[in-house]
């Protein structure tokens, strides 16, 4: 039971367009919502995170929107740069389960054309 | 300086062996996690610590052990190894699991484990 879903397995967009990757989670319990990059033989980084109360949290190019009616979240990137081209992996957390855990989406890979 | 390092980064061995990855972070953090990255790129957790105390533990097979000799480290230990383990494991640490929001947590360069 896969409680954090990333559909679309890839994503391509020109330099200087937006790229747009989407989540969809099914647990309401969660309430904290992350987003990590991954480049090829290297462990996700963390990207940018937005908690339930909020409905959209920017950070320069990233911008995540959350929308908890939907159960659905997505990253903005604007301007798409080719340094950008890599894995990105959605993850959701229930803050007061109190344990840390992450739940991880199967990752979306974005390539950013020049 | 690597934050989060694991050894060995690739690991190539028969059916039946036992073998162990370590991984050590030198941030300070109070808690550590252990990930597995299947076939189909889902990145699982399987176990966590903090301060040693075990924290997370999901339902893995017993044959994956944990180790913590101190908060620095966190060993992952596999008995029997069988086709069906062969993954990219991924270490991570973060400051403390009870810091709520800023949680963030730090991955390793994971190692790929082939089972043969």
């Known amino acids: 039971d896969q409680q954090v879903k990333q559909n679309s397995p890839s994503l391509s967009v020109q330099e200087g367009r937006i790229s747009i990757l989407n989540c969809d989670y099914t647990?309401?319990?969660?309430?904290?919502f992350l987003w990590y990059k991954k480049y090829p033989a290297e462990g996700p980084t963390f990207l940018i995170s937005?908690?339930?109360?909020?409905d959209k949290n920017e950070d320069g190019r990233f911008t995540v929107f959350l929308n908890k009616s939907a159960k659905h979240l997505s990253l903005h990137i604007v301007p798409s740069q080719p340094g950008d081209s890599a894995v990105y992996f959605c993850?959701?957390?229930?803050?007061?389960?109190?344990?840390?855990?992450?739940?991880f989406g199967q990752g979306t890979t974005l390539q950013v054309k020049p | 300086d690597t934050a989060v390092s694991q050894t060995p980064k690739y690991l190539v061995t028969q059916m039946g062996n036992d073998k162990s990855i370590k991984c050590e972070q030198n941030?300070?953090?109070?808690?550590m996690y252990w990930y597995k990255q299947d076939s189909k790129k889902f990145l699982k957790i399987m176990f966590s610590?903090?301060?040693?105390?075990?924290?997370i533990n999901e339902t893995v097979p017993n044959r994956f052990s944990p180790k913590s000799p101190d908060k620095a480290h966190l060993n992952l230990h596999i008995n029997s190894l069988e086709l069906g383990d062969s993954a990219v494991y991924f270490c991570?640490?973060?400051?403390?699991?009870?810091?709520?929001?800023?949680?963030?947590?730090?991955f390793g360069p994971g190692t790929r484990l082939t089972v043969l």
């Open positions: 941030l300070g953090h109070d808690t």
């Open positions: 647990n309401s319990m969660f309430d904290y």
């Open positions: 993850a959701a957390s229930h803050i007061s389960g109190n344990t840390g855990k992450l739940i």
């Open positions: 991570a640490s973060s400051l403390n699991f009870r810091d709520t929001y800023d949680n963030e947590q730090f």
């Open positions: 610590y903090n301060n040693k105390e075990l924290i």
């Open positions: 937005i908690s339930s109360i909020k």
